[in-house]
C-alpha cells in the first residue's frame, strides 16, 4: 500500500476553513474539513489548534458529536418557535434557545411542508429543517410540531444572603427559585418583576437568565404587566397597522343616513374610555303595536377603518379582544381608533352602524331594519348616574334628559325583561371585584361590583340587537359567527343531579331540561339557605360560551340565534358581523369578501381562544391585586362562604372582597378527613366535622402573597360546623401556625 503524501497541498487559510463551513450543506467536523482540503498527518493536529483558535476568537461555535459551525449559526435540524405572522402573512420564527446574547438572533420564515398537514401556530415549538438564505436569516420546513412552547419564566429578581443573583416564579408550579448568574441579570435590582428565559442544567441545578425588567414588585402598576406576560397577551401593534390608524380620519355623510337629530345616549362605567354602542327608545306610535316600544341601538362603525387582511385587521385578529385591568387596557384597536375616531364621544359626528327595532309591550321583537348613519351622541352618562335619575336622584346632566331620555329607556327595558322572563333564562349570581385606585395608583379600595337595574337595562338592548343582526343575516343566507353556548353535557347533569339530590332537590332529566328548569331550582334554593351552594352548582355544570358559524343557539339566554355585533372596538367577532351586514344590505365599502366566509370556523376558534386568554389574565390580575392589598392584614379574620371543596381543603369565598382563598387541609383541626364529591364536603373520621360548600364560615387570613395571587386562610370559628368539638389541647401543631401568629 502506497504512503499517503506528507502535503498534498498548501494548507488553507483560516478565512478559507471558515468559508468552507459556511458553504457546507450538512453538519460538518475536523474529519470532514481534513477530507476537503486533504490534510493528513501532522496536519490533522495543526488543523485542531486553529479550530480552537477560531473557537476562542468567536468565529466557531462547537456543537455535539464533535461538529462545528460558523458562529451565529444554526444547525441544519433544530427546534424553533413560531413567534408571529408579519404584515405580509409570513410565518415567522426564532430558536427556540438562543445562548450568544452578542449576536443577533437568527430570523426564521417558516414555509408550508409540501404534501403534510402541518400547520404551526403561533406559540408553537416546532422541529424544523434550516436553510441558511442571508445574515442571520433563514428558510424554515416543518418536520414536526411539538406543541405550545412553556411560557418564558416571570418572576421577582432577589439576592440571596451571599449576594447571588436568584428569580423566584410567579407560576405557583414552580417550587424552587432560580439561580442568576451575575452577567445574565440584565441590570435588574433586587424587588424587581423580571421576564427570564430557563438555562438548561444538570439535576436539581435552576438557572436562567433575565431577558426584560418589568418593574417594582412594591409598585402597584407593575401587577396588570405581569398578567399580561405571565398570559402573553400581545401589547404592541405592528408598525404598518399603527401607521394605518394614524393616516385615518373623520368620516362625512358621504352615503350615509343622518341620525344626528335622534337623541341617541351612551350609558358606560364612569371609567369607561372606548363608547361603541348608543341607545335611544320611544313608545311605537304604531296604533297596531299598543304599548309597545320602538328602540334605535347603534354601534361605532369600525368597519369604516379596519377593512378585510389590511395591517389593522390582522392585528386586531390576532388579540381577538381587548382585556380590561383596573390600571389600564390592553386594546383590540390602536388608541387613535379605540378611544377617539371610533368612540361615540358625546356632541362628535361619528360613524355607527344602527339597528331600528320595534317590540310589542311582551318584548318580543317584531321588526328591525340596518342602517349606516352618521350620529352625534346626546350625553355620556354612567350606570350610576343613569340608576340615580331612576331613583329620583337626577343630577345637573340627567335631570333634563329624565322625562324625554331616560324613562323612555326604562319603560322599554321592563318589556324586554318581561321577555327575558317568559323565555326562563338563566341568570346566576356570579361574584365580582372591583378594585379602586387612587390618584397616585395605589389600591385604594376593593369591593363587590354592584349590578344596578341600568347594567341589565343596557344588557336587554344589546341582547336584543344581537338577536336582530342574527335574524337578519340568516335570513339573507349569510354567513354568522354566532355566539353559541351549548346545553350542558349529559355528564355534567348527572354530577348536578346528583349533588342536587342529596341537598334535597330534583332536576329534570336531559332530554328535557331548559334553562328555565335552572331558574324554578333557584327560585326554590332562594326560600332555604342553599341559594348560593345551588347557584354555585349550576354555574360548574354549564358548558362555555364559544364563537362559531354553526348555530347551535344560546342555552343560557334560551334564545335559537345569537351573534355578537354590539361591540366592534373591543370584540372581533363583533367586526365579522358588521362586515357581513354590510355586505348583506349593499351598505357600501368594507363588507366582508366572499372568500373570506370558508375562514369562519378557523376564525372562530381563534378568537374564543383569545376570549379565554384574556379571561384568564384578567382574573390573574384581579387576585394579585386582592392580594396586594390584603398583604398588611395577616392575622385578621373575614366571614367567608366555602365557595369549593377538594381533597386538599377548602376554596372559600371572601364576603367583604369577593376575593377567593384556600385553607389547607392541614389547617384543619387534627383528623382523617373523606371527601365526598357528590355532596361536596370533607368529613372527619373521628370528630364528625363537616365542611360543606355553601356553608358560612370565619377564616383567619395566613398569607397573602402578590407574587403568586395567593391568599391563605385557616377557619377561625367552627362554630357554624357540624360535627364533634375538637377535645382543648387535643388538636396536634400544624405547620405554619406558629410562624403566622409571629407576624402579626
Excluded at 51 to 68: A, F, H, P, T
Excluded at 424 to 447: A, N, Y
Excluded at 693 to 710: C, D, I, N, Q, W
Aim: hydrophobic share 35%; glycine share 8%; proline share 6%.
Amino acid at each position: 500500500m502506497a504512503r499517503r503524501p506528507k502535503h498534498s497541498q498548501e494548507r488553507p487559510t483560516k478565512q478559507q476553513i471558515l468559508d468552507h463551513i459556511e458553504g457546507s450543506t450538512g453538519r460538518i467536523g475536523k474529519r470532514e474539513i481534513a477530507r476537503a482540503f486533504q490534510l493528513y498527518g501532522s496536519d490533522k493536529v495543526w488543523l485542531k489548534a486553529i479550530l480552537k483558535e477560531l473557537e476562542s476568537d468567536g468565529l466557531l461555535e462547537r456543537q455535539r458529536g464533535r461538529k462545528v459551525t460558523r458562529a451565529g449559526r444554526l444547525p441544519e435540524v433544530t427546534v424553533i418557535r413560531v413567534d408571529h405572522i408579519d404584515e405580509d402573512g409570513e410565518v415567522v420564527a426564532f430558536p427556540a434557545s438562543w445562548p450568544d446574547e452578542n449576536i443577533p438572533v437568527p430570523k426564521i420564515y417558516l414555509a408550508p411542508n409540501k404534501g403534510r398537514k402541518l400547520a404551526p401556530a403561533v406559540g408553537d415549538r416546532v422541529l424544523a429543517r434550516l436553510q441558511h438564505t442571508g445574515d442571520y436569516i433563514y428558510e424554515g420546513r416543518p418536520i414536526r410540531v411539538l406543541g405550545p412552547a412553556e411560557r418564558s419564566l416571570l418572576g421577582v429578581f432577589e439576592r440571596d444572603e451571599k449576594g447571588n443573583g436568584r428569580l423566584i416564579p410567579t407560576d405557583r408550579r414552580h417550587k424552587y427559585p432560580y439561580s442568576i448568574a451575575l452577567d445574565h441579570e440584565g441590570g435588574a435590582e433586587p424587588g424587581e418583576y423580571v421576564v427570564a428565559e430557563s438555562i438548561p442544567g444538570g439535576g436539581r441545578d435552576q438557572r436562567a437568565r433575565i431577558l426584560e425588567r418589568i418593574g417594582s414588585s412594591e409598585d402597584p402598576r407593575s401587577i396588570s404587566l405581569v398578567a399580561i406576560h405571565t398570559h402573553g397577551l400581545p401589547v404592541e401593534f405592528p408598525p404598518r397597522a399603527l401607521e394605518q390608524a394614524e393616516r385615518a380620519t373623520p368620516v362625512a355623510l358621504d352615503g350615509r343616513d343622518d341620525l344626528r337629530a335622534l337623541p341617541l345616549v351612551t350609558i358606560d362605567g364612569a371609567d369607561a374610555r372606548d363608547f361603541d354602542d348608543a341607545v335611544f327608545a320611544v313608545p311605537d306610535e304604531d296604533p297596531k303595536n299598543e304599548d309597545g316600544w320602538r328602540v334605535v341601538v347603534a354601534i361605532a362603525d369600525v368597519a369604516w377603518y379596519v377593512r378585510h387582511d389590511d395591517p389593522l385587521d390582522k392585528a386586531a385578529r390576532e388579540r381577538g379582544n381587548s382585556a380590561y385591568f383596573p390600571d389600564h387596557v390592553v386594546p383590540m384597536l390602536p388608541e387613535k381608533l379605540s378611544n377617539n375616531l371610533c368612540s361615540l364621544r358625546p356632541g362628535e359626528d361619528r360613524a355607527c352602524i344602527a339597528v331600528d327595532m320595534r317590540i310589542d309591550a311582551q318584548g318580543q321583537l317584531l321588526g328591525h331594519t340596518f342602517q349606516r348613519g352618521l350620529m352625534r351622541s346626546a350625553a355620556r352618562l354612567t350606570y350610576e348616574q343613569v340608576q340615580s335619575a331612576r331613583d329620583g336622584q337626577p343630577d345637573d346632566k340627567t335631570g333634563p334628559l329624565l322625562k324625554t331620555i331616560i324613562e323612555p329607556l326604562f319603560g322599554a327595558f321592563a318589556a324586554l325583561a318581561r321577555a327575558r322572563d317568559n323565555r326562563g333564562t338563566l341568570d346566576l349570581d356570579i361574584p365580582e371585584r372591583q378594585v379602586l385606585l387612587s390618584e397616585e395608583g395605589w389600591i385604594d379600595k376593593i369591593l363587590p361590583r354592584t349590578r344596578l337595574d341600568s347594567h341589565r337595562l343596557i344588557e336587554e338592548f344589546m341582547i336584543a340587537a344581537n338577536v336582530a343582526a342574527a335574524e337578519a343575516l340568516q335570513s339573507r343566507k349569510m354567513p354568522v359567527m354566532y355566539r353559541i353556548h351549548e346545553p350542558p353535557s349529559m355528564g355534567n347533569i348527572e354530577t348536578l343531579r346528583e349533588a342536587l339530590g342529596a341537598l334535597g332537590f330534583k332536576l329534570a332529566r336531559a332530554g328535557t331540561l331548559r334553562p328555565h328548569h335552572f331558574a324554578d331550582l333557584l327560585e326554590k334554593a332562594a326560600e332555604t339557605d342553599k341559594l348560593q351552594i345551588v347557584s354555585d352548582l349550576i354555574l360548574r355544570a354549564q358548558s362555555k360560551a364559544v364563537y362559531s358559524p354553526e348555530d347551535n343557539g344560546h342555552f343560557g339566554l334560551a334564545l335559537r340565534r345569537y351573534c355578537h355585533f354590539t361591540s366592534p372596538i373591543r370584540r372581533y367577532a363583533d367586526l365579522l358581523v358588521h362586515r357581513t351586514l354590510i355586505r348583506a344590505f349593499k351598505l357600501g365599502e368594507g363588507g366582508l369578501p366572499p372568500e373570506a366566509d370558508e375562514s369562519f370556523t378557523e376564525i372562530g376558534e381563534k378568537i374564543s381562544s383569545t376570549e379565554r386568554r384574556a379571561a384568564a389574565a384578567e382574573r390573574d390580575a384581579l387576585d394579585r391585586f386582592t392580594s396586594a392589598f390584603l398583604a398588611d392584614r395577616i392575622g385578621s379574620v373575614f366571614t367567608a362562604r366555602i365557595s369549593g371543596v377538594t381533597r386538599f381543603g377548602l376554596f372559600i369565598c371572601l364576603d367583604e372582597t369577593r376575593a377567593d382563598g384556600f385553607v389547607p387541609i392541614r389547617t384543619l383541626p387534627w383528623d382523617r378527613y373523606q371527601h365526598d364529591e357528590t355532596h361536596h364536603c370533607l368529613k372527619g373520621d373521628a370528630t364528625g366535622l363537616t365542611f360543606t360548600m355553601g356553608h358560612r364560615v370565619k377564616a383567619e387570613l395566613l398569607e397573602a402573597e402578590p407574587r403568586t395571587g395567593s391568599l391563605v386562610f385557616e377557619l377561625a370559628d367552627l362554630d357554624q360546623v357540624s360535627g364533634k368539638r375538637p377535645q382543648k389541647g387535643g388538636q396536634k401543631k400544624r405547620p405554619g401556625r406558629h410562624n403566622s401568629r409571629r407576624r402579626r
